[in-house]
């Protein structure tokens, strides 16, 4: 009995923690390409709260903010056929984007520093995502 649930822990435990890499690997490798795009989508709000995320030191507007972006990548995602972002490496990041969102509400009021981190994460997937949505769509961003 004992063994068992000690095995289903550090399942989970192993399962988290790969989860988790393989979510910062593709996120570093996906921010690479956007770094070297240097270009950005105005009509959503990531690049202003990535800004943002600095200095301002309420953060509940800039993850309203971030709700909204992700309310309309998701509804682009699921409904555009054309998109082709339903890949296991977008639902991975997308996953990971939910997490966060978790961690930092729950780290809001005894770790600002975490959840301010969190935030930032969210943004860099958002990040991600809006530019792969202008690369595969070939639509003319403004720099």
Not at 19 to 36: G, H, P
Not at 113 to 129: C, D, H, I, Y
Request: net charge negative; proline share 1%; aromatic share 8%.
């Amino acid at each position: 009995m004992i063994a068992g649930i000690f095995i289903i822990a550090i399942s989970v435990v192993l399962f988290v923690y790969w989860l988790r890499y393989s979510c910062v690997l593709l996120l570093r490798t996906a921010e690479e390409r956007v770094a070297m795009s240097s270009v950005h989508d105005d009509r959503f709000n990531v690049a202003s709260v990535m800004e943002r995320l600095k200095t301002e030191s309420e953060l509940d507007p800039l993850e309203r903010e971030l709700e909204r972006d992700y309310r309309v990548v998701t509804y682009l995602i699921e409904h555009a056929a054309d998109l082709e972002l339903a890949s296991i490496e977008n639902r991975l990041l997308m996953l990971n984007y939910r997490l966060m969102r978790t961690w930092s509400r729950m780290t809001r009021s005894f770790a600002p520093a975490q959840s301010r981190r969190a935030l930032g994460e969210m943004a860099s997937v958002l990040n991600v995502l809006v530019h792969q949505m202008g690369e595969q769509n070939g639509l003319q961003l403004e720099a």
